[in-house]
C-alpha cells in the first residue's frame, strides 16, 4: 500500500526532525547514483505534468535539483548535509494545494518505479518526506 497523499518533499528543505540513523534506506535507493536518478526522473516526470508544471516555470531547476538529492540524501540516511531552506521558507506565500502535492508525490513514484524501487522502500522514503507536508501545503 502507498502513503500517497502523506507525502514529499520534495520539494523542498531542512527536515526538522533528525536524520536516520541508519544507512538502509540510502543504501536501497542505489545510494547516491540512484537518488540522483530518482530525482532527475521526478523533476523530468513534473515537466510533463501538466497539473504542476507551471508551479515551477519560474524555479531554478538545478538548484532544486541539487537540493532535493541532498535532502533525499539526508532523510535516506546517507552521508549528506542538507544546505537549503527550510520548508516552510521556501514554500512560503506559493499557496501549495494538497492535490500540487499529490501531484508531485505521483511524479516521485513514477521516478522510483521507473529506477526499479519496491514499494516498500519508496514507502519508507515517503513516510520520511510526509513529516514535512504540513510546512509545504497552503503556506
Sequence with gaps: MRLLPIALVLLLSACAQQPPKDDSLYRDLGAMPGITRIVEGM????????RIVERFRRVDIQRL????????CVEAGGPCTYTGDSMAESHKGQNVSRSDFNALVE???KAMDSEGISVPVQNRLIARLA????EVIEH
Excluded: P, S
Aim: charged share 30%.
Design 43 to 50: 523533476l523530468l516526470n513534473i515537466a510533463r505534468d501538466q
Design 65 to 72: 535539483r541539487n537540493k532535493l538529492i541532498e535532502q533525499f
Design 107 to 109: 511524479d516521485l513514484i
Design 131 to 134: 513529516v514535512m507536508r504540513g
